[in-house]
């Protein structure tokens, strides 16, 4: 096991007219190597929670336990629990700040105590695991590059640091489907090469249901449902009732059920939504 999370709670503006509990008795485990996505609607508790995990939220009651070592229970973590789990924030390149992207990049490990010749070999493999080449980028501006290249920077900026864990709140937003589909991939691939684990924190379904192998549902602040994405998504109707989607596959299978067709709908991959309509097709040619 790498993190156990045991009865965290958090309440914004304690013993003030805004008192406001956030996240309620929130326990669960992570394993080496896992993906996890978290999903829920707007204002409950995702961002909150997983701000927890690398110490920028203390919380207001409860503990977790990180490669066996115990947070939160006397003292505030060190910065060796940052060290260990890296954050990405909705539109990271808002962070950027150093005038190279090599400088940028090399911000994290500097700031770890590297000597300077390991920053150079994190730095470069930071920027080669998410797509972009170091001689081509390093002596150039953050600030002078697309916006989705601007996005890769700053997970390399985190990924420089060699985290064990990487958070990553709504790492997609404001991307086209393409840049959308290119960072996932990406952090697929990292998730291999450096068997890191990946913890996303995402809006969309699609994303959620093509990469993670399980599934928190957050509502009203607490844990409502942990699962393998195919159990998490046939509970469609529960999911409908907390203000949530479905992915678009699963939906599609389930307007087919309604119109009569043979199809399973505990599906949410276009391979297997292929595989369905195939053997629709198949059927009907032998009536």
């Known amino acids: 096991m790498l993190i156990e999370l045991k009865d965290i709670c958090y309440t914004y503006k304690p013993g003030t007219p805004y008192e406001t509990s956030a996240i309620q008795d929130i326990s669960f485990n992570v394993e080496e190597g896992e993906f996890i996505g978290i999903i829920g609607h707007t204002g409950c508790g995702k961002s909150t929670l997983v701000q927890h995990l690398n110490g920028l939220l203390i919380p207001s009651k409860g503990e977790m336990q990180l490669d066996g070592i115990r947070y939160f229970t006397q003292q ?102 393409k840049g959308r589909e290119e960072i996932l991939s990406r952090i697929d691939l990292l998730r291999e090469k450096r068997n890191i684990t990946i913890i996303l924190v995402s809006h969309s379904m699609d994303d959620i249901a093509a990469h993670a192998d399980r599934v928190l549902v957050m509502n009203q602040g607490k844990i409502v449902i942990d699962d393998v994405p195919r159990k998490v998504f046939k509970e469609y109707k529960q999911l409908y009732d907390m203000g949530l989607d479905i992915p678009s596959v699963t939906k599609l299978m389930l307007k087919l059920k309604n119109k009569g067709f043979d199809v399973d709908t505990e599906i949410f991959t276009i391979e297997e939504a292929a595989q369905e309509i195939l053997k629709i097709k198949g059927g009907a040619s032998h009536v």
């Open 76 to 177: 505030k973590p060190n910065k060796d629990l940052r060290k260990k789990v890296g954050m990405v924030f909705q539109y990271p390149e808002d962070q950027l700040f150093e005038e190279t992207i090599f400088d940028d990049v090399a911000f994290a490990p500097k700031n770890f105590n590297l000597g300077d010749g390991l920053v150079e070999e994190q730095v470069r493999n930071a920027l080669e695991d998410v797509g972009l080449s170091y001689e081509k980028y390093k002596d150039r501006s953050p600030f002078s590059i697309s916006g989705g290249q601007m996005r890769k920077v700053a997970i390399a900026g985190v990924l420089a640091a060699q985290p064990k864990i990487l958070v990553l709140d709504e790492p997609t937003a404001g991307l086209d489907p």
